[in-house]
């Protein structure tokens, strides 16, 4: 079992940044995926980014380019950078965390790209 908390999220104008943070309550390094999705009103929820235990990031492909996703081992956190936001960006952002076959959510945080 893992708890995952995620904050960062807020309004932010067309061409701005936001740094989403997810904190883990156990060794980040022990699960297999983790990863950041988004749900926008009225969409499925959809893939941004993952990073596995290798380390290796896969993005899709609306956001490469302009997200990066990172981690830190020592503070069993995982991050997303967002640059030059898009107000297709507005979503609620959830991290996840891919344990066995077991995926555990957090709770979301809101982004809402809007001047």
């Known amino acids: 079992q893992v708890q995952l908390v995620e904050s960062g999220g807020g309004l932010v104008q067309p061409g701005g940044s936001l740094r989403l943070s997810c904190a883990a309550s156990?060794?980040?390094?022990?699960?297999?995926?983790m990863g950041w999705y988004r749900q926008a009103p009225g969409k499925q929820r959809e893939l941004v980014a993952t990073?596995?235990?290798?380390?290796?990031?896969n993005y899709a492909d609306s956001v490469k380019g302009r997200f990066t996703v990172s981690r830190d081992i020592v503070k069993n956190t995982v991050y997303l950078r967002m640059n030059n936001l898009e107000p297709e960006d507005t979503a609620v952002y959830y991290c996840?965390?891919?344990?066995?076959?077991?995926?555990?959510w957090g709770q979301g945080t809101q982004v809402t790209v809007s001047s």
């Open positions: 156990r060794s980040i390094f022990s699960i297999s995926h």
């Open positions: 996840n965390a891919l344990m066995g076959s077991d995926d555990h």
């Open positions: 990073i596995p235990r290798t380390g290796s990031t």
